[in-house]
C-alpha cells in the first residue's frame, strides 16, 4: 500500500494532510477558528480608548458657574452629560439601573459661595463596581473640576495684585510632567490585544494538537500512524506536527500583521527573536498536546483539561493583575504556564526594547516544557501500540 | 414489554431522561471535570490569584537631583503611600533606565536639580514620573500614587503661603481649593480588582462549564451509539418534551449544586461586596441558567463529534468574557458585535447580577434584563424543541423513501 520509497516523515505528512482534508472538525481547528476567533478579539479592542461614559450632573445651583462647570463636564473626551436629573433621588436611580456612571452634584449656592470665599464642596459619586471604568471617570472628572477650581484661584490671585508668575507658582506650585513608557497613548488596545491574539493562537494549537493525537487514540489508529513512521515514534510525530506549525506558523505572522502594521504596535526590539519564539511557543504547546493525551490516554478529558490550563494561563501571565501583586502561592503558580514566559519575551522584546539578554532566560523557561513533554514520547508509542487504550473516549 | 412503555406518561418519561442524563454525566470524567470539578477548580484558582486584591508597594525609584529637605520630604510622602514604595535611588536617570530594564524597579521619579530653591522662591517647578504603560495596571497605580501625593505636596505649600499672608489656616484651605471636590467611589471604595473581576467571573465560568459540559454529553443523533429516546420510532415525536425537559432538569440540579457553592461559598470566602437579596438573585440566576441551559443543548445537537464542541465553546469563553463588559467597557467595542454576544445570556445576566450583588438594587431595577432572559430562554427551548421534531420527521423520511426505494 505504502510507497516504500517515500520518506516516513513525508508519508505520514502525507496521512495528516487526507485526515485534514476529510475531517471538518479539523478545518475548524486549524482554519476558520482561529482566523474568526483571531478577528473577533482584534476588532473588539480596535478602538483601544474607551471614551464617552455617561454621567449626570445635578445642578442645584443654576448659575453661571454651574452651567460652566457642567458644559467643561460634558466638553471633556472621557464623560458625556446624558442626564440632568433635577435632585440626587433620580440621579441615583439613574445609577442604580446602569445608565450612568457617576453623578457630579452641583449644590445650592455654590456660585456664591466661591465668590464670597467659602467653603464650596461638590460631591462627586462614581460607581466603583468596574475599577477600569471608574479610574477612567474620576480621572477625568477630577481633571477638569480641577482646572476650573484652579482658574478661579488664579483669577482671585490676579485680583489680589500678583503677576502671572506668582499666580501660577501658587495654584501649581509643583507640576508633574507624565511619561507614559511604551505605551505613550495609554492604549488598552496595545497592551490587550497583544496578550490575546496569542492567547487565540496557543489555544488553538494546543487544542489541534490533543484533537490530533488522541484521536489516533480514540479511532485506533496508532498502529497505523507507527507504520507510516517507520515504526519510530520519533519519525511519526515529525510528520505529524509539521502541517500544523506550519499552519500556526502562518496564523502568527498574521497576527504580527494584524499588530506591528495595522495597529501600529510599538515594535522596539528584535523581530527575528519574536518570531522565533513565537515558533517555540507553538511547537512546546503541540508536544504539550501529546503530552497530556500520553498523560490521560483519554481525548474529552484531555481536551477540558487543555482548554483549562490555556484560559488559566492569562490570569497567571500576570496580564489583568501584575504578579507582583498576587500571593505567594498565586507567583508559583504562573510559572506553570508558557504563556507567562511568552508574555515577558513580548513585552520585553516589542514594548520595551531591552537587550536579548533579557528576553534568553524567559525562552529558556519555555523550551523547559519543550523538555519534559518531549521526555512523554515513549509513553505515547507505548499508548498508540496497546490495544486497551484504543477506542477510550 | 412494549406495552409497558407505551403506558408510561410524561412526567414519569422525563424523571427517566433526567436520571439518566445525571448517570451518563456521572461515568464521563470529562464532562465530570467540566461541569462538577471546574466550578471548584476556577474560581479557587482565580481568587486566589487576585487575594490581594489591590497592587500594594510597586518597588519604584527616585533619581533625586535635588538632595534638599524638600526633595526627602517629597520622597518619603511617596513612600508612605500603600501603592508604591522607594526601593532605589539611582543617582542619573541612565541608572535609573538600567534598573528599570533589569526588572528591578517597576517605574522612575525624577526631581530636578533646584527643587527647593525654585519652591522657596514660589517658581513653578515640576517632577517628571516615567511609569510602565506595557502593563496597565503598574502604571495606573504608580500614576494614582504620584498625582495624590504631588496635589499633597503642592496644596501644602500653597496653604502655607496662604498662611504666610495672613490668613486662617481654614480661609487658607479654601483659597487655595476654592471648588472642595468630594470623591465618593461607590460599592468597590478601594478599587479592589478581585471584588471587581471575580464576582460576575463566576457568572460567565457557570455559562462556559455548562455549555461545553451540555456538549461533550452531546445531543448528537449520529454519533451516540445508543438512541436517546425510550419510546420506540413512531412514538418519539412525543418524548421530545420529556427529553428535552429531563435533560435540563438535570443540568439545572447540578447548576444549583454549582451556584450555592461559587455564587454563595466562595463569594463569602473570599469576602466579595454582597449586598444582595438571595432570593432576588436567584430570580435573576433562575431565567439565566434556563437560558444557557437550552442554548446548550440546541448548540450539542449541531455537532457530529462531542470533542468538537468543547473546543467551540472553549474558544467563545475569552470573547464571551470581554463582551460581558467584566473588564473592558462595551461601549467601547463595535456595537455589532456586542449585538451579536447577545447570543449568550451571560452577556445580559451579569450587568444585572453586579447591580444585584454589588450594589444591592432591587429586581425592578434589573426588570429588563429579567424579562430579556426569560425570552432568550423561551426562545432557545422552541427553537432546540423544532430542530428535535424536524430531525425526527427527517428521519423517518428517509427511512420510508429507504424502504420504498427497497
Redesign the interface.
Known sequence: MKDRNKHPVISVIGRETERIRKNH?YR??LFS?PAI?IL??F?????G?????SIAVVDKDQSVLSVKISNALNAAPDVNVHFKPTDLFQAR?L????SVDAIVLLPDNLEKS?FQ???????????????????II?RSV?TT??T??GG??LK?LLLSGKNQ??A?????????????????Y?N?NY??NSA?LF??LY??TF?SSI?TF?NELKRGTGLDLLETGDHSVRLAMLGKMLPYTVIFSGFSIFINYLLYVVEGLPLNGNYPFIFISQLITIITYQLMGMMLVAATS????S???G??Y???G???S?L???V????L??RY?TYLFPFTWWEKIM?SQS??G??LE?AYPYLCFILIFTVISIAFLPLYKRRLAEEKHWGK? | MQKKKEKINSFELTARHLLQELKSIYSDSGALLILVGAMIIYPVVYSIGYSNEVLTDLPVGVVDLDQSSLSRKYISMLDGTRDVAVTMEPASLKEAEELFLSNKITGVILIPQNFEKDILQERPTNVAIYADGSYFLKYKTQYMAASYVNAYFSGGISIKRYIGEGQSFRQAGISNNPLDIQTHLLYNPSSSYGSFIMPGLIILIIQQTLLIGIGIMGGSFSESKKSLFFLPKNKRIKEILPLVFGKAGAYLAISMINIGLAVVLIHDWFSFPDKANMTDMMMLLFPFLMAVIFLGIGLSTLFKHRESSIVFMMFLSPIALFVSGISWPVSAMPQWLVELSKIFPGTTAIPAYLRLRIMGTGLTDVKNELLFLYGQAALYGVLTIGYYIFRIRKNSVTKNNYQLRE
Open positions: 472538525a475548524f481547528l477558528g476567533g473577533l478579539l476588532f473588539m479592542f480596535r478602538e480608548v474607551a471614551r464617552d461614559f436611580q445609577l442604580e439601573k446602569g466661591v470665599g467659602l467653603h464650596a464642596p461638590v460631591p462627586i459619586y462614581i460607581n466603583g463596581t468596574n475599577v477600569l471604568k471608574a479610574g474620576q477630577l473640576l480641577k476650573i477650581s478661579i484661584q482671585k508668575q506668582e501660577i507658582a501658587r495654584v501649581i506650585p509643583v507640576s508633574l510632567d507624565k511619561h507614559v513608557l511604551y505605551n505613550p495609554s488598552y497592551f490587550l490575546l492567547v487565540m489555544l488553538f487544542l484533537y488522541g483519554n481525548l474529552r478529558l481536551l477540558s483539561l482548554g483549562a490555556v484560559m488559566m492569562i490570569t497567571f500576570g489583568t493583575f501584575p507582583e501583586g498576587m500571593p502561592l498565586a503558580l513585552i514594548f520595551r531591552a537587550g533579557e473516549k
